[in-house]
């Protein structure tokens, strides 16, 4: 429970310690769905810009209130229930898309100061507490348990639409998330490994300088795995072959409308904020300064929501970048990517950081380098013995298209 993993519970459950709970979840609620629209209504903006459109532009001041609008619009249209659907599974799937995207904001730290050795604890009216709903010992396992929650949501949402785009779209959705999970999750080993926590706030705590935070200290690698894996996942573009229109007319919610649609649409920016949430935690060290810098007049953790919120326009403004730029892969390039490249690639990565770490836990130069390069020559060995059967699969495969006799070759 949330009272069991904060710090106001220690001191039992009296009024105050209550409603500041009930204020920092209806604080971070309004957050995430204010952030879920400004993002929309950002990407349509910034997308129109750099496609020399003009965008939002009617509702409100430069549009600010369009996507409030298309929410209201899409809360009153007439919903529906496709006649050959699972109408109970048809109506579950939205909510299992839109609740976990809302429950990974609980273990974020929006805010704190976590400068020279600071726990990140504040006081607010007598009471200690974080600027996050809950810090649970295994809090980075719960992110990762929610996520592959979604993957439910995506493919039954698919195959309870009773409708063979929606099918195809949900199993290349779910092989999609699951492929780019593993090497998602070996990322997020290395940095477990760095850290030595699964607390978030622990995480973030460990980040103590630039040097320490965890981009630099895993070695870029790992971050830009995550990062990419992170897009799949998010079925953002180039990975974007879930709703590839030209081919499945919208993916595995092309039978849904009105309030359950907005919601499929709410949970896939939602999730990319939180998503990005994550990575500054993860790897740029959440509240923490940039190179120790200190903005004045403004409090200490108060300073740090606003170096959070700082970073993550950043990333959120690098996905928008992509989405504007990059072309759509095609599913065999999405599969050999993730299969063939992330995933090897990450497991020798950690390999090679824990090899460091046990071998040269005191970081001497000799130990560093004569570790490094066994690594190396073992991942030289690993990639020709990998390169070499590839080949040899390559081979058999044109030896079947050229003998039409061979039992289940193309005549």
Known sequence: MIIAIDPLGTGGLWWKPLAIMLVKVVVIFGVALVATMLMIWGERKIVSGMHNRIGPNKAGPFGLLQSLADGIKAFFKETFTPSKSDPFVYKLAPYLMFVPAFLVWSVIPLGGDFTNGKDGTVTIFGETTRLQLADPPVGILLVLALSGIAVYGVMLAGWSSGSKYPLLGAVRGSAQMISYEAALGLSLAAVL??????????????QDSFADWNIVATGIVPFVIFMIATTAELNRPPFDLVEAEQELVSGFNTEYGGISFALFFLAEFMNLITMSGIMVTLFLGGPQPIGGLDIPIIPGYIEGTVWF????????????????????LRYDQLMDLGWKVLIPVALGWFLLLAALRQFSPNGTAADSIRVTLIAIGVGAVAVGLFMSALRVAQKNRQVEALDPEQEGAPV
Not at 195 to 206: E, M
Request: aromatic share 12%; charged share 10%; glycine share 6%.
């Open 309 to 328: 919120v700082l970073k993550l326009l950043v990333f959120l403004y690098v996905y928008i970048w992509l989405r504007a730029t990059l072309p759509r």
């Open 193 to 206: 490994l760095s850290s030595g926590t699964l607390s978030t706030a622990g995480i973030v705590q460990t």
